[in-house]
């Protein structure tokens, strides 16, 4: 089954059903990875991180070994994003290596193609057409059904494309193999209903559909119990989570559930301005573990151009929102995304978006030049502006950015803050690991803090990243 945009656009009330067990591994392929060794590749966001988390986990159940380097792999899975134009020219460049290996040195190499893109009626009919030495494909509904299509590729030596395009169900008890010991990604809903105008996403991930509480709780806990330190939970939009249930149960009443079970870091991403309510603030503010840091996109200052791009709120509502989030969670940092250069953004509206960076002085901002994107709306609206004046665009707002973003970090010099430490970091003897902001801070420590949360007091700052020290408790 191919995915068609047409069928996605259409949503009904039709019932999303949670599936517990629809992961199974054919036994003819049970022991096929004995011995052989995959490669994966994700572009993306959290979500697609996440699911190569479980795609990993999925591989190894069959007994594969993951290696580090695309010519040693057996077989290599590519698990796609498509939000703007880069994210697919980056794929299709690497689809061409891949090509190029399996043609010169492993004839037996298995090429597994999933994710967003595959998602995508045109690149579909692309893989089925011209790309035929793609073994299997994949969307981001099926996931779990991999054992079989392996099976049946390797059965019929033949090329294996299942892409739903239907809605999405909800598939519990899919294994996971976490990048991290100490940090977990948790979805919470899956899909996304809001339709912005320029955004692929809807029609990637399906229809906005909630897991339920007790399945999300259950994972939180089992992550708690085996010394998980962090959650983020995962969503488009996190803040309408629930709102497709039945059972009066929102965001709040899951961030509180999530708080007791005392895990130390609560993350979530990422909040559409639309959801926020009162009652989210509150829990935020109130729970220890519950992190200050929330990410709000604005995408746009100008009321006009919000309105073209479907955000449903006004730069006013926008404003009165972030003020709020400020006032009562103490010490929140905010960062959020901004895209230029929609059709028809004017001069004028581009200064509306300079100006409200400059009123709401963010932390971080990750910034977009428009991408248009096949079946979307916004990419049939008329766009005149040159590439040049979108590209001078951005780069005024990236130093309007990064202005704040230093001198928000300037705050933190002299102070103590508490740093979870994950890894190595870039710098020689360095470990490096985030606040409860969401500021990058390199520590000098041994390897023996890896894993920890820990005081450090902060002793340089950059626009990007903190400089500390360990402070002794
Ligand atoms: N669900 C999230 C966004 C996920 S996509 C939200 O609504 O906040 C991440 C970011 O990519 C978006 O916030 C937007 O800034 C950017 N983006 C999405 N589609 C884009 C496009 N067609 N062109 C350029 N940037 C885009
Ligand atoms: Fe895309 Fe808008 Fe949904 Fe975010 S809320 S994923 S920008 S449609
Ligand atoms: Fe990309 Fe799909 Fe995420 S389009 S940003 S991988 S939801």
Redesign the pocket.
Known sequence: MLPNLMDAKIRNKSEVKTYYDDYVIPPSVSEYGKGKKYFILTYGCQMNVHDSENIKAILEDMMFDEVSSMDEADLIVINTCAIRENAHNKVMGMLGRIKHLKETKKHNLITVFCGCMAQEEVIANKLKNDYKWVDIVFGTHNIHKLPLYLAKVIDSHKQDIEVYSIEGNIYENIPVKRDSKYKAWVNIMLG?D???TY?I??YTRGKQRSRMPEDIILEVNSLVNSGYKEVTLLG??VNAYGKDLDINYNLANLLVDVAKTGIDRIRFV?S?PWDFTDEMIDVISKFDNIMPYIHLPIQSGSDRILKLMGRKYTRDEYITLFNKIKEMIPNVSISTDIIVGFPGESDADFEETLDIVKLLKYDLAYTFIYSPREGTPAAKMEDLTPMEVKKKRLATLNSLVNHYALYNNKKYLGKTVMVMLEGHSDKENKLMGYTDTMKLVNVKASDDFIGEIVPVKITDVKTWSLEGELVDD
Request: net charge positive; charged share 10%; proline share 9%.
């Open positions: 996304c809001k339709f912005c955004c996403v809807p488009q939009n990422t559409h």
